[in-house]
């Protein structure tokens, strides 16, 4: 089966640009989470959804957004970015349920310059 | 504030040494507490998980963590690291009274000297 995958690898932008990326969760993975890992620093979490549904949000400004789509894959919106939105941004799914694990993707490392 | 910590920022062992890492969270109510690792170049993985029942947890390639209620702990043992083990390891806690979110440790940095 395949992992979590997600896209691009690599990002390179601009200040005050904006910026989307995409999340496959695993096969009949219906929650998926977004979080931020600044270099040095654990993974903050951005976002939960499930079943297309905001669980839960993070402590991060509203230029962050995320949608999650009938096939429960997502994406993660990121407008006006900043230096320091530089990082590697990870997405997780599990199936739904008490305490279940998630599994962690690869992660899309965001530069801006 | 409630949060994870790990006090142990850098950690240098040599081959077959034991290795405790240290992890202690805030959040009150019922947790399910985690242990991740980051191999240079990978994703992270989970090494071990505990979610209720007996407070000591076995986990893959011989890592194991106690659970101590009391202490707010969850630390991460090995009795003998090997070369490979050099890693990024987090702790997480999922609080269950929080919205089922995970929170993260800031990491420790583990090389194991062969």
């Known amino acids: 089966d395949a992992g979590v995958t997600q896209s691009p690898t690599h990002l390179i932008k601009t200040r005050g640009q904006q910026v989307t990326l995409r999340c496959s969760p695993i096969?009949?993975?219906?929650?998926v989470s977004w979080y931020q890992q600044v270099l040095g620093q654990g993974p903050q979490f951005i976002f939960q959804?499930?079943?297309?549904?905001?669980?839960g949000r993070g402590n991060f400004p509203d230029r962050f957004s995320a949608r999650q789509f009938p096939n429960y894959s997502s994406e993660l919106n990121v407008n006006a970015l900043l230096l320091g939105d530089s990082a590697l941004y990870l997405c997780?799914?599990?199936?739904?349920?008490?305490?279940?694990?998630?599994?962690f993707g690869p992660g899309t490392r965001l530069t801006v310059l | 504030a409630q949060s994870v910590s790990q006090h142990n920022h850098h950690v240098i062992l040599s081959e077959a040494a034991s290795l405790e890492l240290g992890c202690n969270y805030s959040?009150?109510?019922?947790?399910?507490l985690f242990w991740y690792v980051q191999y240079p170049g990978q994703h992270l993985q989970l090494l071990l998980k505990?979610?209720?029942?007996?407070?000591l947890v076995k986990g893959i390639k011989g890592f194991e963590a106690e659970f101590i209620k009391s202490k707010f702990s969850f630390n991460l043992r090995k009795p003998s690291v090997q070369w490979s083990d050099t890693a990024e390891y987090f702790c997480?806690?999922?609080?269950?009274?929080?919205?089922?979110?995970?929170?993260f440790g800031t990491g420790t940095s583990l090389t194991v000297i062969p």
């Open positions: 096969s009949g993975h219906k929650s």
């Open positions: 997480a806690v999922n609080a269950l009274n929080t919205g089922n979110q995970f929170y």
């Open positions: 959804y499930y079943e297309k549904e905001e669980r």
């Open positions: 505990y979610f209720s029942g007996d407070p």
């Open positions: 997780a799914s599990k199936w739904e349920g008490l305490g279940n694990e998630q599994f």
């Open positions: 959040y009150g109510g019922t947790v399910n």
